[in-house]
């Protein structure tokens, strides 16, 4: 089975502060998995420009076929992430007229429905249409702050919102159908077996017998064992469940 | 305000699959940082050997005073923290004669209520008490796992399970003894402004002018900016407020 890789980097001092535990990155993670790539790596920084910079640059060192980020897009003094990004790929920020517009209606909007006092695009509020010089807008159906697309040295970089309900509506609708097709599957199972330790021989000749990853995990003492099983289709994993109820564990499908 | 910084890397396919999310890396943070250090990144890589060593190795490049590390310290197939950490800093994995001790009358006991079959200390659970040389164990009082603490290049290396009940017990009893004080504060507070942008001019020279560090979040439109100032102590917030509110924002303290 070849892995095709990608990784994560989310950015917010909250998350670094423990005062918001980071459900982004496991929702990126696996809407990713589901759509066959591996996530070899996920990063945290703050809001910084620098760190952002850095995360970003090692990241791509790595070459993963895929980068997301996520978070440090608004009009805050702390929302740098455009910033740490173009720095990282050696690009200007460039202001983007469409996305300006699409700000400038987005506020208008929130006035209208007496949500806000001021829909005035100051400063702060049209920072937010600076994106990396060469990328793509990505639209926010749900937020004011666009996310943008731009590829590097191979690497496929999105960046997106942080809030939940943009950043996932985002992910949907502009990053997965640039991903293309499933590249493996995973499917979960529960082996019945007391004992964590006693499966492990049996995973490893498994691993290396049908070329699959395999992950476990203990589901309380003398119940289960959480088994997760990644290969290449449906078929293989028949096999390797076969195989391995063949060696006296028995399996149920799903957790 | 002299940031005393700390760095946390998870271990876990399960965590890049997204069929967990990670809120161990979230409580480890928010203990660190009520202990006054200041996390500048989260890290989070597979069950992998290579992979674990080379993010523990880029952690400690970067120079925190304290680096935590959890997940990966059970007996299965695909539990290869210890040795990941230990060729990171070029030490072996060296038996704890102890720890095997430990491990032997905790198998024991699970036998005696009736929740395993075998309490025998086969390979897979003698794995366990093998720590990277020259560390110190670290108890665990909630599970089979010791974890373990090494101080490498000046900088603190603590070891963890990944099960939270255990990790938050030996974070508790094993690791924040030896962290010594509080280094500086942290306090939330809802501001009443209903646009943020407005916020970040006022903010900037705030903490230019007061040398702290503060966080912003929106707390849905039209209503209040969450914001969270960290500084050395609480005489200083005390001012940050009373300067904050002099430019005419009113503040709400805790979310």
Same mark, same amino acid.
């Given at each position: 089975m070849v892995l095709v890789l990608a990784e994560i980097i989310t950015v917010g001092d909250e998350l670094l502060t423990g005062n918001t535990v980071d459900s982004n990155s496991a929702y990126i993670a696996q809407r990713l998995t589901e759509k066959g790539f591996w996530?070899?790596?996920?990063?945290?920084?703050?809001?910084?420009?620098?760190?952002?910079?850095?995360?970003?640059?090692?990241?791509?060192?790595?070459?993963p076929e895929v980068l997301i980020i996520s978070g440090g897009l608004g009009p805050t003094h702390d929302d740098v992430?455009?910033?740490?990004?173009?720095?990282?790929?050696?690009?200007?920020?460039k202001l983007c007229e469409d996305c300006l517009e699409r700000i400038k209606e987005f506020y208008?909007?929130?006035?209208?429905?007496?949500?806000?006092d001021d829909p005035t695009l100051n400063e702060a509020r049209k920072k937010m249409a600076y994106l990396p010089e060469g990328s793509e807008p990505l639209n926010n159906t749900e937020g004011a702050a666009p996310g943008a697309y731009v590829e590097y040295e191979g690497v496929k970089i999105f960046i997106l919102p942080g809030m939940p309900?943009?950043?996932?509506?985002?992910?949907?609708?502009?990053?997965?159908?640039?991903?293309?097709?499933?590249?493996?599957?995973?499917?979960? +199972?529960?082996?019945?077996?007391?004992?964590e330790s006693k499966l492990a021989p049996i995973l490893e000749d498994t691993i290396?017998? +049908?070329?699959?990853?395999?992950?476990?995990?203990?589901?309380? +003492?003398?119940?289960?064992?959480?088994?997760?099983? +990644?290969?290449?289709?449906d078929e293989v994993i028949g096999k390797v469940i076969r195989y391995i109820e063949g060696k006296g564990i028995k399996f149920r499908e799903g957790w």
């Open positions: 996530v070899r790596r996920i990063t945290t920084v703050g809001d910084d420009v620098k760190e952002i910079e850095n995360a970003v640059r090692e990241a791509i060192s790595r070459k992430t455009m910033l740490g990004v173009a720095n990282a790929i050696g690009r200007k920020l208008e909007e929130l006035h209208r429905k007496g949500l806000i309900r943009e950043m996932k509506a985002m992910l949907e609708s502009e990053v997965l159908p640039r991903l293309g097709e499933r590249k493996f599957v995973q499917k979960k +199972f529960l082996a019945e077996i007391t004992d290396e017998r +049908f070329k699959v990853k395999i992950h476990s995990s203990p589901k309380g +003492f003398g119940k289960y064992i959480g088994i997760i099983i +990644f290969a290449e289709d």
